[in-house]
């Protein structure tokens, strides 16, 4: 998976949406690192596999390129990947801290109920 590809495909579906007011999807083929839970091992899995998805994780292409397009240096995209992780912490503590819905609001805004924004 290339990051910019995806980038631009993304864009300009979201424009063909916003322009002419249609449904649309995109299948983006991705790979899963874990198990998909704590209790699975993942031993369906051979080592040979993962490192080979590793090597063509999006993220460490992405941060390649940029390094080698000198756009960012390796501190400084230290310093993006430090932000983000920050940033889903402090959104997961806020999720944690905040108040339990009460079981009749769990399925709000789950589902498009077809009025117009």
Same mark, same amino acid.
């Given at each position: 998976?290339?990051?910019?590809?995806?980038?631009?495909?993304?864009?300009? @579906?979201?424009?063909?949406?916003?322009?002419?007011?249609?449904?649309?999807?995109?299948?983006?083929?991705?790979?899963?690192?874990?198990?998909?839970?704590?209790?699975?091992?993942?031993?369906?899995?051979?080592?040979?596999?993962?490192?080979?998805?590793? $090597?063509?994780?999006?993220?460490? +292409?992405?941060?390649? &390129? $940029?390094? +080698?397009?000198?756009?960012?240096?390796?501190? &400084?995209?230290? &310093?993006?990947?430090?932000?983000?992780?920050?940033? @889903?912490?402090?959104? @997961?503590?806020?999720?944690? &801290?905040?108040?339990? #819905?009460? @079981?009749?609001? #769990?399925?709000?805004?789950?589902?498009?109920?077809?009025?117009?924004?």
């Amino acid at each position: 998976m290339n990051f910019r590809e995806v980038r631009d495909k993304v864009a300009e @579906v979201a424009d063909s949406i916003r322009k002419e007011s249609h449904p649309s999807f995109l299948e983006v083929r991705t790979y899963r690192y874990r198990g998909h839970s704590m209790s699975d091992p993942a031993s369906y899995r051979t080592k040979e596999e993962l490192e080979k998805y590793r $090597l063509d994780d999006p993220i460490i +292409r992405l941060r390649a &390129q $940029l390094t +080698r397009e000198g756009k960012l240096t390796n501190e &400084q995209f230290d &310093q993006l990947d430090k932000r983000a992780k920050e940033t @889903v912490l402090a959104a @997961v503590k806020f999720a944690e &801290q905040g108040p339990e #819905l009460p @079981v009749e609001k #769990l399925y709000d805004y789950v589902y498009f109920n077809g009025a117009k924004a």
